[in-house]
């Protein structure tokens, strides 16, 4: 008895060992959180971006709160970013709370960068970032969403640059003209080699100034398509 005990244990532990973390919402607590919770609650939000550090930073002053107050903030926008989040924060933040309280009419998502290299698989990844489209379907049912590919980031040698264009062409799949419309705008933060612009991402990463005003100019007429294409 013992013995199917332990092999028992073992099992569990293999599947455990095994599971995508991806998928597997998982707590984000703390005063973005909190600030967020209390967005959802006061409503009049019509564009909800949400994402990681890229979509935080439109409200940092040095580098996208110039391009969001401009073009986004008058168009009732909300920013839900928070840095270092992964697909199973943003599932677990939409499940508690943040995707409650308001129905926005258009999403704009940006995540999974942070799921790339040693955390996750190409498949795990695409996987997580498919479960949050299906969570964001399953709060906001007449909301129309923009998935964003994940832009390039490091070295042309960098194995995340080659996972992320992998990344790319497998959740581009999930476009459908209607509710769910995918859209690549990493070519815009390359140069002709292939190399990530230091211009507009300094730290290969993260957008300045100017890489949130490439940014904003390659949604801005998307985001409008699919505020026009609003389910009655």
């Known amino acids: ?18 599971a995508n973390t991806a998928i597997q919402p998982e707590a984000r607590e703390g005063k973005f959180h909190e600030q967020f919770l ?8 019509d ?14 002053p040095e580098r996208g709160k110039p391009v969001w107050d401009r073009d986004w903030a008058p168009l009732q926008a909300a920013n839900f970013g928070i840095n270092s ?3 199973q924060h943003v599932l677990w933040r939409l499940q508690n709370g943040e995707g409650e309280g308001f129905q926005p009419k258009a999403v704009v998502l940006l995540i999974g960068t942070n799921n790339t290299g040693k955390r996750n698989t190409t498949a795990e990844a695409v996987e997580g970032i498919a479960a949050v489209v299906r969570e964001l379907q399953k709060r906001f049912p007449s909301a129309k969403i923009l998935l964003l590919g994940l832009l390039p980031r490091g070295e042309k040698a960098d194995p995340r640059h080659a996972q992320i264009k992998d990344i790319n062409r497998a959740i581009a799949k999930l ?11 990493g070519e815009k933060f390359v140069d002709a080699d292939g190399n990530v612009r230091a211009d507009l991402l300094p730290d290969l990463l993260h957008p300045n100034l100017q890489g949130y005003e490439v940014f904003s100019a390659a949604i801005k007429e998307p985001v409008r398509d699919l505020l026009k294409a609003e389910t009655p």
Do not use: C, P
Not at 47 to 60: A, E, K, N, V
């Open 1 to 18: 008895m013992k013995f199917f005990h332990l092999l028992a244990g073992a099992v569990l532990t293999a599947g455990t060992l095994l």
């Open 38 to 45: 209390a967005e959802a609650k006061r409503g009049n939000i």
């Open 175 to 185: 476009h459908d003209g209607k509710s769910v419309v995918f859209l690549d705008i």
């Open 47 to 60: 564009i909800l971006f949400i994402g990681d550090s890229i979509t935080q930073y439109w409200g940092d």
């Open 85 to 87: 989040d992964r697909t």
